[in-house]
């Protein structure tokens, strides 16, 4: 079949040359390879396109019935001293106390068959506005809360160490203070600060050579606030669907900012690991790109052709250095990054930030209605994140 698919296309490329084709190769040789071109006919789509056919909010749709058995690797949590240090700031977090309630967590968790969940801060992390003192402070503080909640509940949390990227030595000393702690699974980094792509610079590969070193899976995750949004105020507009005089609270994700912006700064995080050469670098890193690695593994062909960079290897032969969570929201986008990087490289994601359900409350819809075969199933809702932590 593979064979077919690329005569076909290769016949096609020539006939579409013309009587071009015909001089070039001569008329016999061009009628020769289309003659060993015959694609099988495949049944017509008209009527039964994804837009023709999909109904609202899909993930909404109830899941299959099922106990606690999957793996949630987009989870967010604030941590009682976390909430306190930037309250103490000036900077309080919108996040309720209720959100670090682990009692409260697990049994929210439980009830939407989720078995164990990674957590991380939120989007609405300080590193671009502290000082170094202040982020090492932050930083060990949240550290500490989440290795006590996986050793208070060991079945049911593990998380990511956090650290105040904006100062890489400061990075370094938490990560080396932590890292190998109970339950600390994956350093969690912001794609960028204020749109500086600090993790490419000089100063920061200490981390990434850490990590390295230590075989720590790297969790990516936008930052969110004024200073982060993709393409500035472009998406904070009257066409982006801003609505003029809320307040802060309500709008702390105004217009395409989280939607449209996230996708695209997660595209270009990724993009960027491609074409820096830090993936090559650092071939013992994997990185897991929440969001459904936002728009990247639709426009990786369009960057193989038109990139600037002359990678070492084809854009899609770095896709399966990373874990893509499941937060697509539609059911034929997650079948299609499936097919794109393996079901063995796709995880469950939720992004459940203020407690269990509240972001997404049928976690496991879009993973049940892409019908997957039971055994990729079973890999996109624990097995594959049970490996790559060492579960």
Not at 75 to 82: F, G
Not at 125 to 137: K, L
Not at 170 to 176: C, D, K
Request: charged share 20%; glycine share 10%.
């Amino acid at each position: 079949m593979k064979r077919d698919r690329r005569n076909f296309m290769k016949a096609g490329a020539l006939a579409g040359l013309g009587a071009g084709a015909s001089g070039l190769l001569g008329g016999e040789a061009l009628a020769k390879v289309a003659a060993t071109a015959k694609a099988p006919a495949g049944a017509s789509l008209l009527g039964k396109s994804f837009a023709e056919r999909a109904t609202p909010k899909m993930w909404t749709i109830p899941q299959r019935p099922t106990k606690p058995v999957s793996i949630d690797v987009h989870c967010h949590w604030a941590p009682e001293a976390y909430l306190k240090a930037k309250a103490d700031l000036g900077q309080p977090d919108f996040l309720p106390p209720i959100n670090y309630n682990l009692e409260h967590r697990i049994a929210g968790a439980e009830k939407l068959g989720i078995q164990m969940s990674v957590l991380t801060l939120g989007g609405f992390r300080p590193w671009v506005w502290v000082t170094p003192e202040q982020g090492a402070y932050i930083a060990r503080v949240s550290n500490d809360a989440a290795i006590a909640a996986h050793k208070a509940y060991p079945k049911s949390f593990v998380a990511g160490i956090e650290v105040n990227c904006s100062d890489p030595v400061g990075s370094l000393a938490e990560l080396n203070r932590v890292a190998g702690q109970p339950g600390m699974v994956c350093l969690h980094l912001p794609t960028s600060l204020a749109g500086r792509d600090f993790m490419f610079e000089p100063a920061f590969q200490p981390i990434f050579a850490r990590c390295q070193e230590l075989r720590l899976p790297i969790l990516l995750h936008p930052l969110d606030g004024e200073a982060n949004w993709f393409g500035g105020k472009r998406l904070v507009d009257a066409a982006s669907g801003v609505t003029p005089g809320q307040n802060e609270m309500v709008n702390r994700f105004p217009g395409l900012t989280n939607s449209l912006g996230n996708s695209l700064e997660m595209a270009v995080c990724v993009g960027k690991l491609i074409s820096s050469g830090t993936l090559d670098r650092y071939p013992d890193i994997d990185f897991i790109a929440t969001t459904g690695g936002g728009a990247f593994p639709y426009i990786g062909g369009r960057m193989e052709n038109r990139g600037g960079a002359k990678y070492p290897k084809a854009v899609f032969q770095y896709f399966r250095r990373f874990y893509f969570d499941s937060l697509t929201y539609w059911t034929d986008s997650l079948r299609y990054m499936v097919e794109m990087v393996g079901p063995d490289r796709v995880c469950l994601g939720t992004d459940n930030m203020y407690s269990p359900g509240v972001m997404l409350d049928q976690p496991h819809s879009l993973i049940d209605q892409a019908n997957f075969a039971e055994s990729d199933r079973n890999l996109i809702l624990r097995g594959n994140l049970a490996r790559l932590f060492k579960l």
